[in-house]
């Protein structure tokens, strides 16, 4: 039995049922479908478009329905076209003909939304919390290694030189325009759609300040027609969380390059990593992998919102109901990726040595060397020249430039001189580059601190 009979004369074919319905997927929002029904029917109550004791027993009503549902007295009864008409339902089971008030000045339309917001809103706080996590656990383990030189990378070629800390707080960062784009969204979030009713308003004398005070929200809606339309909160929090699935994918893939045999720059604990059937010796890291694959199915999901949502005329289309399956894998997923990445990443061994040494094998100091020069009187391009010079000469004889004899070093340009060695050495390349944001190590120590501040006080 569907809540729409009436000017239907025939059974609802099983085949319509079953395609037509969403309980399966949008059962997981009673919680949020209750509370914006008890805020609905107080709001009734006090406007006097029902009476109040009647108001208040099916506020009461509803609390008992909520509380039997979370305790698993009350089944969902997945028969049901969806949440909202499941609850409906079973207050009218209940309370009988004052159950069937609570739709009055409503429509599932301004519902769903509704309940979508409270629950997403809800979903955000958890997800703020868990990036916070893993900024403190990025920053914590930074802070232990702000003098662990290792190679930077472009192309993946050793580049330039800088410190684990510094790289690791290169994530840090990124997580942080994460949260401040998730607080973005919230404000978004914040605002009522309730009572934007079917797409037309109402013609009752409701009151939407006070449902938005008693549901927080900032305000109300400004337009029904596209209260109910609306759906850019779901695509804005789907493409803000692919953000967070690309930057974990990211990271995921450098750990995995990182504790391959050919860096060996760190190792996963045992407990977050996987072994082979056949392979003894292997150690997998199924955890980075699995969280870079899954940001594909996240990424997707917001191409299907984007895709679902484009040529939709206004207002509500039943095609809005994709919304949810996408928009919930979504936060599942990121969801379960930040919790398994975290403690993956707080139990990593950091082998500095090995770092260090990756890091003296590959000309990451060529720059420094040409920046020597320089600040001897040539100009830039001549001592780049003269660099490659000098590079090519260490690779025809295997040496590097901390080996190559100064007099090899006179033959290319008469400039250098036996100080040149302190000026290329991987300590004293790191520690000069003290230009903001650079890697020197009292810069990444104090952006360690402004990091953490950030997330403590909820500046971010
Ligand atoms: N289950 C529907 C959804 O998720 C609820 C809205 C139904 N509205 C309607 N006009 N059929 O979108």
């Known amino acids: 039995m569907?809540?729409?009979?009436?000017?239907?004369?025939?059974?609802?074919?099983?085949?319509?049922?079953?395609?037509?319905?969403?309980?399966?997927?949008?059962?997981?929002m009673y919680r949020e479908d209750i509370t914006g029904s008890i805020a609905h029917v107080t709001m009734l109550g006090k406007c006097g478009i029902i009476k109040e004791s009647e108001a208040q027993k099916i506020c009461l009503?509803?609390?008992?329905i909520l509380s039997d549902l979370n305790s698993g007295k009350l089944l969902i009864d997945t028969t049901k076209e969806d949440i909202h008409s499941f609850i409906e339902f079973e207050l009218t089971n209940r309370l009988g003909d004052t159950g069937k008030r609570l739709h009055t000045a409503r429509s599932r339309n301004d519902q769903v939304a509704l309940d979508i917001k409270l629950y997403l809103r809800n979903q955000v706080d958890e997800i703020i919390a868990l990036v916070k996590k893993l900024v403190s656990t990025i920053c914590n383990i930074a802070k232990d290694h702000t003098s662990s030189v290792m190679p930077g990378y472009t192309h993946l070629q050793r580049a330039q030189p800088i410190t684990f800390a510094h790289h690791l707080m290169a994530y840090a960062e990124m997580f942080l325009r994460d949260l401040s784009?998730?607080?973005?969204?919230?404000?978004?979030?914040?605002?009522?759609?309730?009572?934007?009713?079917?797409?037309?308003?109402?013609?009752?004398?409701?009151?939407?300040?006070?449902?938005?005070?008693?549901?927080?929200?900032?305000?109300?809606?400004?337009?029904?027609?596209?209260?109910?339309?609306?759906?850019?909160?779901?695509?804005e929090l789907s493409s803000d969380l692919s953000i967070i699935a690309v930057h974990l994918s990211r990271f995921c893939e450098e750990i995995i390059m990182w504790c391959s045999w050919e860096f060996k720059f760190i190792e996963l604990d045992d407990a977050f990593s996987t072994g082979s059937s056949i392979m003894p010796q292997k150690k997998n890291p199924d955890i980075a992998e699995l969280v870079r694959g899954k940001s594909a199915r996240v990424i997707g999901n917001t191409m299907t919102l984007f895709t679902m949502m484009k040529a939709l005329p206004l207002a509500y289309n039943k095609d809005m109901q994709e919304d949810k399956e996408a928009v919930f894998d979504t936060i599942d997923t990121v969801k379960m990726c930040l919790i398994s990445f975290e403690p993956m990443l707080a139990t990593i061994k950091v082998l500095p040595d090995n770092m260090r040494k990756a890091a003296a094998n590959g000309f990451i100091n060529a720059t420094d060397c040409a920046d020597y020069l320089v600040k001897k009187g040539l100009p830039f391009r001549d001592a780049y020249k003269a660099v490659g010079a000098l590079v090519a000469l260490c690779s025809d004889s295997g040496l590097t430039?901390?080996?190559l004899p100064i007099d090899k070093y006179k033959s290319v340009c008469a400039d250098f001189d036996d100080d040149v060695y302190d000026a290329i050495s991987l300590e004293k390349c790191v520690n000069d580059r003290k230009s903001f944001g650079g890697p020197a190590?009292?810069?990444?120590?104090?952006?360690?601190?402004r990091v953490l501040l950030a997330i403590s006080e909820g500046e971010v």
């Open 2 to 28: 569907n809540l729409w009979t009436g000017r239907f004369k025939k059974e609802l074919s099983t085949i319509t049922n079953d395609f037509n319905s969403s309980i399966h997927f949008d059962q997981r």
């Open 61 to 64: 009503e509803l609390e008992n």
């Open 181 to 235: 784009r998730l607080s973005d969204a919230k404000k978004r979030l914040n605002e009522n759609p309730l009572g934007a009713g079917a797409l037309a308003g109402t013609t009752y004398n409701i009151d939407r300040t006070l449902t938005s005070e008693l549901l927080g929200f900032f305000c109300a809606t400004n337009n029904s027609l596209d209260s109910v339309s609306d759906r850019d909160y779901c695509l």
């Open 401 to 403: 430039l901390e080996t």
């Open 441 to 449: 190590p009292e810069n990444v120590k104090s952006q360690i601190e």
